[in-house]
């Protein structure tokens, strides 16, 4: 009986302090494997599908190759600074911000992992009920909806040591790519590459925003890569891990999804993928390892909360925001989505921007117990850093105002560049710790 109930103990929580080095003991094959999962999916999928036919398919591909590229590499570097200090993504915004200053960004990336809930918990339910609709002739979409939020809270309250190591390396990830190549071979051998590469861009989308919709992507995933890397062994192999998983599963997914609409002419993703030999089944495995990426957020958004609540559980916060995920997801529109992607961008590349810019100041090196003291080093002015704030505004309103006004240059990188040099600058001129 003993026994048992150790079995069955819940694991461990870690909140936001610091981890012990004895729990820091993922490689580079761990987190190949996680972000590799984290950046397959339907979602991957249907966003690729958003760049054709506007796109031809050459430039879809080059804008996918390019963006991914490029929008890895600051989720890389977040991720080194996270295997490095061993702490979360909201707690390496407080030397920049603050300690309070830390609370606008915390806010706002669980609105974005709630809303990244919604539409995982969305088209997980959707891809489930249209299988149960053609199989057995049954239709539910709310039954689909509320069982993936339930298993994917689970998950959560598991923690990510144990969705890493005793689900997706053993089963998910590889079963994941062997489908999405089966997927591939299905498409090429019925439709000619020629043929495909032939058809003319029906046009509406720019070259550069379709960039920007991709490297909103890897940029999605920033304000938890440090979630996640804190459990490195090493930092920098796993930020190697973390941008060579990403980067394949990412440009994987994303042509797959420009090419299943291309080549069966079908906008519904989930129709088109069931419309293809063995669809179905492959289906059903993506739809199996989509749940990861919903474990992700409400995992983090739980995290996150605990940067302004420390003394929350996470047991009792992950619920509630995979019900909130679940009820919103029973009434809005996955349409929206392309939309929230741009959104993403335009918040958290500038807020990373700050971030990265300020490591370069600490040249990597902070004072984590300062990091969590009232009236320390990184307190600035009432626990806000006013310079932070200033840089982090200036960035996102240039993201817009090129997206509006300069929409052939893109906005990602330059708000990004923007908001560093605004901080560095401001910093070396105003700026002062404690």
């Not at 030397?95 to 995982?120: A, D, K, Y």
Request: hydrophobic letters at 55%.
């Amino acid at each position: 009986m003993g026994r048992l109930r150790l079995r069955i103990k819940a694991p461990p929580e870690w909140g936001i302090e610091p981890v012990d080095p004895s729990h820091r003991i993922l490689g580079f094959l761990d987190y190949f494997v996680l972000w590799s999962s984290l950046g397959v999916g339907l979602l991957v999928l249907l966003a690729g599908s958003q760049l054709v036919p506007a796109l031809g398919l050459g430039q879809a591909l080059l804008a996918i190759v390019l963006g991914t590229a490029i929008g890895n590499i600051p989720l890389a570097l977040l991720g080194y600074m996270g295997g490095k200090h061993g702490i979360p993504s909201m707690v390496l915004v407080r030397p920049s911000f603050g300690m309070r200053g830390s609370l606008l960004p915390t806010i706002l990336n669980v609105v974005q992992l709630i809303g990244w809930t919604v539409f995982e918990i969305s088209i997980m339910a959707s891809a489930a009920d249209a299988f149960s609709r053609i199989a057995f002739g049954y239709s539910n979409f709310g039954l689909w909806a509320t069982a993936f939020a339930s298993i994917c809270t689970l998950m959560a309250i598991g923690g990510p040591l144990a969705v890493i190591r005793k689900w997706l390396e053993k089963f998910a990830i590889w079963l994941v790519y062997g489908t999405a190549g089966w997927l591939l071979y299905g498409l090429l051998s019925s439709h000619s590459a020629a043929e495909l590469f032939a058809a003319k861009p029906a046009g509406g989308l720019s070259f550069s925003l379709a960039m920007d919709l991709v490297i909103a992507m890897p940029i999605s995933w920033m304000p938890l890569v440090a979630d996640y890397n804190r459990f490195a062994s090493t930092p920098s192999r796993a930020s190697w891990g973390t941008y060579l998983g990403y980067f394949v599963a990412n440009v994987l997914f994303y042509s797959l999804g420009a090419l299943l609409v291309l080549a069966t002419g079908q906008p519904d993703l989930i129709r088109a993928i069931a419309a293809l030999v063995m669809g179905i089944p492959a289906l059903l495995i993506i739809l199996v390892d989509e749940t990861d990426n919903a474990f992700a957020d409400i995992y983090s958004a739980a995290v996150s909360i605990q940067n302004a609540l420390p003394k929350l559980p996470q047991k009792a916060s992950a619920p509630l925001i995979g019900l909130v995920g679940l009820i919103i997801s029973l009434v809005l529109p996955i349409e929206q989505y392309e939309w929230f992607l741009l959104w993403i961008g335009s918040v958290f590349i500038p807020l990373f921007g700050v971030v990265i810019a300020d490591n370069l100041i600490e040249r990597g090196g902070y004072d984590l117990g300062e990091l969590y003291r009232a009236g320390g080093r990184y307190w600035y002015s009432k626990g806000v850093n006013p310079i932070a704030i200033s840089s982090w505004g200036f960035g996102v309103a240039f993201y817009y105002l090129m997206v509006r006004e300069f929409p052939d240059l893109g906005a990602s990188i330059p708000s990004l560049l923007l908001s560093s040099a605004i901080y560095l600058a401001l910093m070396k001129l105003f700026g002062r710790r404690r």
